[in-house]
């Protein structure tokens, strides 16, 4: 009896310790900084017509896991096409041709034309008229009547627009912007400027598949996979190991349905109005920032292989991968050197 109380004192003793450690977390003092690195706060909700899971590695704090999800929300209300309450709405909506927006729309429809001239129109953010035809998403989706597109097809054309100091000017009241293309990147971006704000340093936002990295994980990078084209969303073709960056991918394999035996996807060609057919599953884009990789994809997918390969091998700080029909994967130049 003697000798055993002790003993179950030292036991009660690192119970109640190893019960606080677990429930505190194990707080590493590093300067000023303060960095968990047990227990990674994290959610997922339905949010920007998508998935959203948000992960904090280096945080406790609820409060600021909620505020990035609050931001999917604010912005929403800003770019959704199909939301009427949002900003965009009422802009493609109104029957003026010359329009006070705010400075995030201005700013992301601003990136928008820049890309739908450098592509010259294979990417075009005046999309709206045509991609209102289509519903990827609903329940019986079906291939809009060649009279509707041919009606809506005139009133595509990025050249119609025109932005200066937040006021945007069209040529047309049936001129509209759809930003479907690049409003996740712009999303993410300012959620990882919010974080670093709150001095979160390591954290992976997730808007549906567009991914963008807060720093790394303990010091080692984040493991990433990237889909493969038609297969379980678990299912990676490859598995990038990043830091910071943002990846970020655009596929036919996604929003899309069959209509006697022919596959309709997402990425419409605004010369035609009907999606693309180029012999591409997919691009990934690896940047910096997240709009550009959002944009880039689109952008690349738009243009094909070729010139879409050729565009990204001018920019030295942007990697990607295109994937073909025949599932074979496409590097950029520097992709080898800088990825395992
Ligand atoms: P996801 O939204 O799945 O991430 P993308 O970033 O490639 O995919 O954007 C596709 C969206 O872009 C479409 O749902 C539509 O809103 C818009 N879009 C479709 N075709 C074009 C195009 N040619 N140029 C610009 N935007 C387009
Ligand atoms: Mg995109």
């Known amino acids: 009896m003697k000798k055993t109380a002790p003993k179950k004192i030292h036991a009660l003793l690192l119970l109640v310790l190893i019960i606080f450690l677990t429930a505190k977390g194990i707080y590493i003092y590093s300067g000023r900084e303060k960095r968990n ?3 990674p ?9 998508t998935v959203v899971t948000i992960t904090l590695y280096d945080c406790t704090d609820k409060n600021i896991l909620e505020e990035a999800f609050q931001l999917c929300n604010k912005y929403e209300t800003i770019f959704s ?19 006070s927006i705010s400075e995030d729309l201005a700013s992301l429809i601003k990136t928008g034309l820049s890309y739908s001239s450098l592509s010259k129109g294979a ?17 019986t989706p079906a291939v809009p009547s060649s009279l509707a597109i041919q009606k809506q097809l005139p009133y595509v054309g990025y050249q119609n627009f025109s932005i200066k100091d937040n006021t945007l000017i ?3 009241q049936e001129n509209q912007l759809d930003v479907g293309a690049i409003a996740k990147g712009y999303i993410a971006d300012r959620i990882k400027q919010y974080l670093i704000r709150q001095n979160v340093h390591s954290a992976i936002i997730n808007l549906g598949g567009n991914i963008l990295c807060t720093g790394d994980k303990e ?22 190991k990043i830091r910071d960056k ?10 899309c349905f069959t209509e006697n035996g022919k596959l309709y996807h997402h990425i419409l060609n605004p010369k035609t109005g009907y999606p693309y057919d180029n012999n ?7 940047s910096d920032e997240s709009v550009i990789g959002d944009a880039l994809s689109t952008t690349c997918f738009a243009l094909g292989l070729e010139d879409g390969l050729d565009y990204i091998n001018r920019l030295e700080t942007i990697d990607a991968i295109f994937v073909d029909s025949k599932g074979t994967m496409h590097y950029s130049k520097h992709f080898s050197e800088r990825y395992e």
């Open 123 to 139: 990417f075009d953010i005046s999309i709206a008229p045509v991609s209102q035809l289509w519903d990827f998403t609903a329940e």
């Open 170 to 172: 069209r040529k047309k």
């Open 280 to 286: 591409l599953s997919s691009v990934t884009i690896i």
């Open 41 to 49: 706060i994290t959610d997922t909700r339905f949010a920007l017509n």
């Open 246 to 255: 943002s990846i970020v991918t655009s596929g036919i394999y996604e929003r």
């Open 81 to 99: 096409r199909t939301l009427t309450a949002s900003e965009l709405y009422r802009v493609n909506h109104s029957d003026k041709r010359k329009l």
């Open 37 to 39: 690195v047990l227990q």
């Open 219 to 240: 010091g080692a990078p984040f493991k990433i996979g990237i889909q493969a084209p038609f297969k379980d969303r678990n299912v990676s073709l490859a598995t990038l």
